[in-house]
């Protein structure tokens, strides 16, 4: 399956996320875990939802070398294929993660999808993505509801995957953000939360794949 669809799944109901994550598992690309669900289990869901799925924890992890090898280094043992991690700690920081994610992929983010961002992230958005690449990230987190911000982004780098939150409930479109760039979406509450989520991913996955406008498919392992 060929998806490009990032299902959050931000619950603490464990049960619920292993039933979502056997009945979706064959059709999207991922499922992102958050900390509820991290709260509610430990670790050890992220190999249990393994099974069925790759894997990205998204810990926005954002403290000091030491600490941050810790957590990453624990995600990986997990065998998540993804972790997400802030940057605006540093560069030592970040790369710390990098080093001790080993296999796992690293995303760094560099605008979030709601409004706060402006304040403090955006001024500094390009810093973050010059801070990143340095440090070795594999992808960058960038919203997939501000399309000029997405666009941006992506015109600072081609080699990086872009993964995109802002889709379905906080606004974004996924055609419009695959047209500025995305390579990845997320959505969550538009899937979790829908009467029939099989259906909805099917929707989201009909409406990625109907998109032909992208110059580059980058092709993910
Ligand atoms: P919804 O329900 O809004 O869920 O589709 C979005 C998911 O993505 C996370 N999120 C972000 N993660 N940078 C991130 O790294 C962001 O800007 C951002 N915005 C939303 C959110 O926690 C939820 O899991």
């Known amino acids: 399956m060929n998806s ?13 996320a292993l039933d979502l994550a056997r009945e979706i598992g064959k059709e999207v690309f991922a499922i992102k875990v958050n900390w509820p669900l991290l709260m509610a289990r430990g670790s050890s869901i992220v190999s249990e939802l393994g099974q069925y799925t790759r894997v990205i924890c998204d810990l926005k992890i954002a403290d000091i070398p030491n600490t941050n090898r810790l957590i990453a280094g624990r995600v990986a043992e ?11 700690t540093g560069e030592d920081s970040l790369r710390a993660v990098v080093e001790a994610a080993g296999d796992t992929k690293v995303f760094s983010v560099v605008a979030m999808s709601h409004p706060g961002s402006s304040e403090f992230i955006y001024p500094s958005t390009d810093a973050l993505i010059g801070l990143s690449i340095k440090a070795g990230a594999y992808g960058l987190i960038a919203p997939g509801n501000d399309y000029s911000m997405l666009s941006r982004i992506r015109s600072r780098t081609r ?16 055609e419009e953000a695959l047209k500025h760039g995305a390579d990845l979406l997320i959505v969550g509450r538009a899937i979790y939360n829908a009467e029939k989520p099989i259906e909805a991913v099917r929707e989201f996955n009909a409406a990625i794949s109907s998109f032909k406008g992208q110059a580059e498919n980058k092709q993910l392992s």
């Open 78 to 88: 997990e065998g998540a294929w993804g972790v997400i991690s802030h940057s605006f």
């Open 4 to 16: 490009k669809l990032v299902v959050a799944v931000d619950v603490f109901d464990c049960n619920f």
């Open 159 to 174: 080699d990086q995957v872009l993964m995109t939150p802002g889709i379905g409930a906080q606004g974004g479109s996924p």
